[in-house]
């Protein structure tokens, strides 16, 4: 590590190896779009294929290592639209791929943190790069402003498409401004990230709901082509006896009225639950009291709710109930069928609801709401046991005969998720296939959650840039972009064995008073650089392909003495799948039989060692990038 200045003796060795490198060299850069580098990039930078938007992790990483946080920013922008927002609020399935989490590697590189932290650090000059397209003299409308949406007019933009977003709200964002609470993404930074794609052209037209203000059929013959981007609007009820008491709540809808109230500082705008809560003892009231609304205090004459039960485990389930300690709740706990593992949320969040005081309750399913003068008394469970099954979902909860149980509770939030309702924006919007953004309609495409059902941002934000390629494609009848395999030549790596023992940074978090004193504040508070630069320290940099010669090796076996890890492989045959990407090694010990030594991507952690110590100077180093090239270069 860097200290006054100064590097230790194993990072110095390190630059000035690079540096003679770099004297000494010209890089050969070549795009390849043979199946054999893409699958290689596939299988040995794993973070970046379980990302549905393709983000080059390593890429910005290494910026961030190098301090070069605005060129960090851009290659993340470049693939997924959002960097600040995405940075607070991902899923993270790049983490649960993460080479650096697998068996005795440690722990997953803290890719989400690194992400906002390039968004955080940037100079606030920071100048956005777009290569844009000459216009196009073609329109399209786009329904939705959620993460599908905004990424689909993005790209069109970009395209020089003239890009027009209807959006049935007040504001745009979709999910991401009425459905997660302020507490976890500050509106100010949504709205500027938002505003990064509006710059660009796109036209908003809020207050405008399609099906409702204006037909699609209309769309169709003002527009050159139509995205249908409307996300996921119709609530998944539990189907119990109960379900119509006056104290149930929809998850996504009690989310819309807090974030509402947060939009407008309007207290006649607060959910049912929030005017029941300590009558004007909550957080919120407080907050309201200190001057956020010339109204004065209100004795709503209602009785304390004190008991809250939500069920479901997402991320809505969730942020519902953060939500509802901040409101003021003296106990709140989350139901859910399958345990605390089978949660769809990282650990983070789980981490997060536990230290608010959230209580987990697993292996259960709701019965029957119960209830007195029409409001909510308690709710019957019964037990669950998790069965598995071969075909996906693997696990499936069954419940338990004669396990009926009553909990006590006063108000209910059912957060199971949300369907997209097609005959919401048409009733001839048919042919939806999550396969293909093309639907029955001549000119008609679909995008993100709307298409798919429920998923993340990262897919929908992914989603709708395949989409706005689908929709250019059908209005130029041209191919214009293409992914392909950027190959630079490489030094080996700079980064010392040291770091691979580098703990896992934190997250710098908010107090518990801070966080019930301010329901808005944001618990996060991102790093610092120095705590950036270490955790970026920490990335294999994957992108990294090491290659040994078999025409120059004479086998000493020197690079597999010295390999930390069992990459290196002594093989009699490299099968070719039907898709032209390479198979597994077939693996021999007989030295007769070994057609060449061969090193695998996707164990190898890239310390370099192999490469030091070869006396031939038979390995090389290639960086593999995925980029969308235009093209006309």
Known sequence: MKTNGLYSKEEKIFQDKNKLYQAHSVKQIAYSTDPRDFGQVAKSIPCQEACPARTNIPGYIRCINEKRYGRAYELNRGANIMPGVLGRICSRPCETACRHGAPDNGVSVGICHLKRACADLKSPMHRIIEGLYAPSGKSVAVVGSGPA??????????????????????????????????????????????????????????????????????????????????????????????????????????????????????????????????????????????GLSPIKKINWGLSPIKNVAVIGGGFTAVDCARSAIRLGAEQVTLYIRKTMDDMRIDETEKHEARFEGIGVESLVQPARILGENGRVSGIEFVRTRIETTEKPPYKKSVPIAGSEFVV??????????????????????????????????????????????????????????????????????????????????????????SYDFIDRVPMNTIAMDQRLADHTREVETGFDPDQALAESRRCYLCSLKYEIDPLRCIYCSACIDVAPKDCIKMVETIPVNADGTYGRYVETGQWDRVVSITIDNEACIRCGQCYEVCPMDCISVTKTELIQMDMDE
């Open 149 to 290: 949406g905004l990424a689909a007019a993005h790209d069109l933009a970009i395209l020089g498409h003239r890009a027009v977003v209807f959006e049935t709200m007040e504001k745009p964002g979709g999910m991401l401004m009425y459905g997660i609470p302020e507490f976890r993404l500050p509106r100010d930074l949504l709205m500027t990230e938002i505003n990064n794609i509006l710059r660009l052209g796109v036209e908003l037209k809020t207050g405008q709901a399609v099906g409702t203000h204006i037909t699609l059929e209309t769309l169709t013959r003002e527009f050159d082509a139509v995205v249908v981007a409307a996300g996921c609007t119709k609530p998944r009820l539990l189907g119990v006896e109960g379900e119509d008491l006056e104290n149930v709540y929809n998850g996504l809808d009690f989310m819309k009225q807090i974030n509402k109230l947060i939009g407008d500082k309007l207290i006649g705008d607060r959910p049912q639950l929030i005017n029941r809560i300590n009558s004007g003892q909550s957080p919120i009231d407080r907050q309201i009291n200190r």
């Open 408 to 497: 006590p509770c006063d108000s209910v939030i059912a957060a199971l998720g949300q369907a997209p309702d097609a005959h919401d924006v048409s009733d001839a919007l048919t042919g939806l296939d999550k396969d293909s953004p093309a639907t029955g309609m001549k000119g008609v495409f679909a995008a993100g959650d709307f298409v798919t059902g429920s998923t993340d941002v990262i897919s929908a934000i992914a989603g709708g840039r395949r989409t706005a390629l689908a929709v250019d494609l059908y209005l130029t009848a041209m191919e214009r972009k293409k992914t392909v395999v950027r190959l630079e030549s490489h030094a080996t790596t700079d980064r010392p064995r």
